[in-house]
Every structure is written in structure tokens, then in C-alpha cells.
């Protein structure tokens, strides 16, 4: 495909932007949006032949379930089985925002992806999302708008980079978070995380008190955990590795030039904040920049080992993979 038959996919988020992707949505077709966290591939959640395209286009595994994104709480709440005060109290605080819920599904809506009996539902926070999500007037099932596997997308251009096939990407913008939301699994008797991201685990316990972390066993003798976290995901075509330190690294051997990722106070081709936050905001496009300029080798200076680095060094791991 040409450059420009793809960067004609990448249409503006003004109204008349909004409502032409408003009608591919009714129509049963897909369309990449923006959202404060990365770009997200949307389909009506209520069609299964629309949330098929999804899988297809992005060849994800059909085990792995998608988040439905919704544009107010009552919208959230009529998807769900049960509704427990937690949901209520997370909604709340952090809608619109960066916060995933599972909750038991309401038997009207599909099961997206794996045949269970939850549901994921968030309310994102940025303007283009919310006013597609009322233009349209449907829940959109939206996972990040990328090949499986793939870094998310903060920008149009790299969805279309990822999905050249994708119908319409309406630009939006950079993504601020620039990282996956958190997932909050709430079925259990303490909120359990499924997924480390853009939202701290310290404001949520403030709200819903102790929130059992991923590897510790449920309640029930089993670990359960978030059935799309594969091990390799996020992943660039380079190879990553995670290193300790990166001055250490004994590159006498290596022909190839190496790319090293770091953050502030350390040495590197990218030099990212040393805030997680502001780190996380510019890594997926760091690592897609890295990616184009063709180094086969990143070596990334690993974060700190706190709390607050938590989603940051969940997803170099899984890059590392
Ligand atoms: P993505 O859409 O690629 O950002 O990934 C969505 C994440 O939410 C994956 O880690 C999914 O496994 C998780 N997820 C979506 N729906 C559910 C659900 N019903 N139960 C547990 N995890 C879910
Ligand atoms: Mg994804």
C-alpha cells in the first residue's frame, strides 16, 4: 500500500469526522479512536460479527477479551450482572479515566472474546472517545489498536502503521497516559489486579482498601489472573534486553549497533523522565522510534524496583520476553 492511501485513513475528530465514524460503527465496522491511555480499535460491543473484525484485523487470539469502553456509569452498570459498591465508589473517583472494572456480565450482552461470564467496562477520559461513544450510542468493545503482540499506539500514525487495513483512524493527538489502563478485577471479595497501568495501586487502595496483587494465590486455591497477559506482548521487532545497569553491558562482541533506553542521570539514544508517569507517557513512542531507525538490539536501563514503576516494568518485561 502506498504512504498516502494509508495516511488517508487518518481523519480529523471533527464532527463531520465523528459522525462518519459513528455510521461505520452502526454499521457493523470497526474504527480506530483516540483515548487518554493509547489509541483503541472499537466495535459495537453487541455485535459479534463487528467484535469478529477486531480479532481479525489485529490477528488476536480469540481467548484474549476485550475491554467495553462506555460513556457514563449507567451505561457501565446496565452491562454488568452486579454492580458491588466498590464498582460504584472506583467509578466515581476515576471516571472518566484510566481505570478497567470486571464485573459479572449481563446476560443481554455477548460474551467479547472468551466465553465467560464478565464483562471489562471503563469510561475514558478523552474528549474525542466520549463524544464518538454519544455520537455512535453504542458501547464500543476496543482493545489497543495494534497487531497482537505489538506496542500500543499513541499516535494515528502508528495505528495505521500496525493495522493498514484498519477503515477510518480518527486523530486525536498523542495519547497523554500513553499506557493501558489498570484492571481492577471486582467479582472476588477483594478487588484483585489483573493489570498494572496508568493508574497507581496508592489512590486506588485509598478508595477500595487491599487489592491482592497478581501471583498471590485467589481465594479459592487457584492463581487467577488476566487471561490476555501473555508473557511476550508489547513487543518491538528489536530484541529487547532489561539490564541492571547498562554501563555494565560488555558490548566488545556486538557487530550490530545497539540502541540503549534510558532515563534521566543515565546515558542512552533515548533518554526518558525519570517520573513513571511521564516515563510511561513516551515509552511505546520510544520504542516504535527505536524500532524505525532498525536497531536489532535495545538495551533498556532498568527502572527502579517500587510501587510507582510497576506498570513501566511490567511492560518492559513483557517486551523483554
Ligand atoms: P487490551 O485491550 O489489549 O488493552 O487488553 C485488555 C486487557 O483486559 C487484557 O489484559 C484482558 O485480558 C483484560 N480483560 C478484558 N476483559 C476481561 C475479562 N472479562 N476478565 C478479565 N480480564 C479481562
Ligand atoms: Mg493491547
Redesign the pocket.
Known amino acids: 500500500m502506498s504512504g498516502a492511501a494509508w495516511r488517508d485513513r487518518i481523519v480529523a475528530s471533527d464532527a463531520d469526522g465523528l459522525s462518519r465514524a459513528a455510521g461505520l460503527l452502526r454499521a457493523g465496522s470497526v474504527v480506530a479512536f483516540p483515548t487518554e491511555t493509547v489509541y483503541g480499535l472499537g466495535a459495537d460491543a453487541f455485535s459479534e460479527k463487528a467484535v469478529g473484525e477486531i480479532y481479525r484485523l489485529k490477528n488476536r487470539p480469540t481467548w484474549?477479551?476485550?475491554?467495553v469502553h462506555v460513556a457514563d456509569v449507567a451505561a457501565a452498570r446496565s452491562l454488568a450482572a452486579d454492580w458491588p459498591d466498590g464498582a460504584e465508589e472506583l467509578a466515581a473517583r476515576f471516571w472518566p479515566g484510566p481505570l478497567?472494572l470486571?464485573v459479572r456480565r449481563a446476560p443481554h450482552l455477548p460474551g467479547?472474546g472468551a466465553s465467560?461470564d464478565?464483562?471489562?467496562v471503563r469510561v475514558p477520559a478523552h474528549p474525542v472517545a466520549l463524544e464518538l461513544l454519544k455520537v455512535a450510542g453504542l458501547p464500543l468493545a476496543a482493545?489497543?489498536a495494534n497487531r497482537s503482540e505489538g506496542i500500543s499506539p499513541t499516535t494515528a500514525e502508528h495505528v495505521v502503521r500496525s493495522l493498514p487495513d484498519v477503515p477510518m483512524v480518527l486523530d486525536g493527538g498523542p495519547c497523554s497516559w500513553g499506557i493501558?489502563s489498570t484492571?481492577l478485577?471486582l467479582t472476588g471479595d477483594v478487588p484483585r489486579l489483573?493489570?498494572p497501568g496508568a493508574l497507581g495501586l496508592r489512590v486506588l487502595r485509598d478508595t477500595v482498601g487491599p487489592i491482592t496483587l497478581p501471583g498471590a494465590a485467589a481465594e479459592d486455591g487457584e492463581a487467577r489472573s488476566?487471561?490476555?497477559?501473555s508473557r511476550r506482548h508489547y513487543a518491538p521487532r528489536a530484541r529487547v534486553v532489561l539490564c541492571p545497569d547498562v554501563r555494565d553491558v560488555d558490548r566488545s562482541g556486538l557487530t550490530e549497533p545497539v540502541a540503549v533506553l534510558a532515563y534521566e542521570g543515565t546515558d542512552g539514544t533515548e533518554i526518558l523522565s525519570a517520573d513513571p508517569g511521564e516515563y510511561a507517557a513516551d515509552l511505546y513512542a520510544a520504542l516504535h522510534r527505536l524500532d524505525d531507525a532498525g536497531y536489532p538490539t535495545i538495551l533498556v536501563q532498568e527502572p527502579p524496583r517500587t510501587e510507582d514503576w510497576l506498570a513501566v516494568r511490567d511492560r518492559l518485561s513483557r517486551a523483554a520476553a
Not at 484474549?64 to 475491554?67: A, G, K, R, V, W
Not at 488476566?226 to 497477559?229: C, K, N, Q, V
Open positions: 484474549n477479551p476485550l475491554i478497567t470486571v467479547i465467560n464478565t464483562v471489562a482493545p489497543s493501558e484492571v478485577d489483573l493489570r488476566s487471561p490476555g497477559l
